[in-house]
């Protein structure tokens, strides 16, 4: 059995798909899906339906999740009076800035599904933590989409809110922990300042960071806890 992370999948399900065969994913193997894996790309239905039929896929909620729950919920709804009555601005606020960040591939495609998909690809995204903790080859992993805002070595996770946890990238110079590795997505590798292997996952003063652009016309990228190794598509 081996555990895998990955992130920032965005749509794209048929590298998605490859990487999986790629690495032989088997039943008997976990795998940590570190957010964001709807939005921009072509296919984000697919790659949530099939995160779904697999309990070994353990999916972790970013930012792009979070603004499909707010909107996906409300265009789930019935157009009744009532319904029509509780538009406000907010939400269709939310709507359009969801939109301008990729959400328009994952409306049209949620718009395809029958009612009882809708519903039950809703309860999965409400299923989604927060972040997950690994140990791991002798080593311990804090899993989560982006960073972790207000850090105190000494704060409990459970106590991070929610935007402390999606919205915002850590420092990459400095170390977090000094026993854990802090595996994040979120930015793409090739934006992190000073990395030099764009594209690829970045390793640096205990943090693993996984997003590698593939959305951007980079890589979709899983690493292997156990050992380290990489493998890309
Ligand atoms: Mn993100």
Redesign the pocket.
């Known amino acids: 059995m081996a555990t895998y992370c990955i992130s920032?999948i965005h749509g794209e399900y048929e590298a998605y798909r490859k990487l999986l065969e790629k690495i032989g994913f088997s039943d008997s193997d976990e795998l940590y899906v570190l957010?964001?894996a709807i939005d921009r790309g072509p296919r984000s239905m697919d790659v949530l339906m099939d995160m779904m039929m697999r309990p070994n896929v353990i999916p972790l909620i970013?930012?792009?999740e979070y603004m499909a729950l707010q909107c996906l919920r409300f265009l789930a709804t019935e157009v009744t009076d009532e319904s029509v009555d509780a538009v406000n601005d907010d939400m269709i606020r939310g709507l359009l800035e969801w939109q301008t960040v990729g959400g328009q591939e994952t409306i049209e495609s949620f718009g395809r599904l029958s009612a009882e998909d809708k519903a039950d690809v809703l309860e999965y995204l409400e299923e989604f933590s927060l972040y997950e903790e690994v140990r791991c080859g002798g080593e311990d992993y804090v899993l989560v989409?982006?960073g972790l805002v207000n850090f105190a070595p000494a704060r409990p996770l459970g106590d991070y809110t929610l935007p402390e946890m999606?919205f915002r990238v850590p420092d990459y110079s400095k170390v977090y922990y000094p026993d854990k590795y802090l595996v994040t997505?979120?930015r793409p590798t090739r934006a992190i300042k000073g990395n030099p292997a764009p594209d690829r996952i970045y390793r640096a003063n205990r943090h693993i960071a996984i997003d590698c652009g593939c959305t951007f016309g980079g890589q979709l990228g899983v690493i292997r806890l156990e050992d380290g190794e990489e493998f890309y598509v």
Request: hydrophobic fraction near 20%; avoid cysteine; charge should be negative.
């Open positions: 920032d957010g964001d970013g930012n792009h989409h982006a999606i997505g979120h």
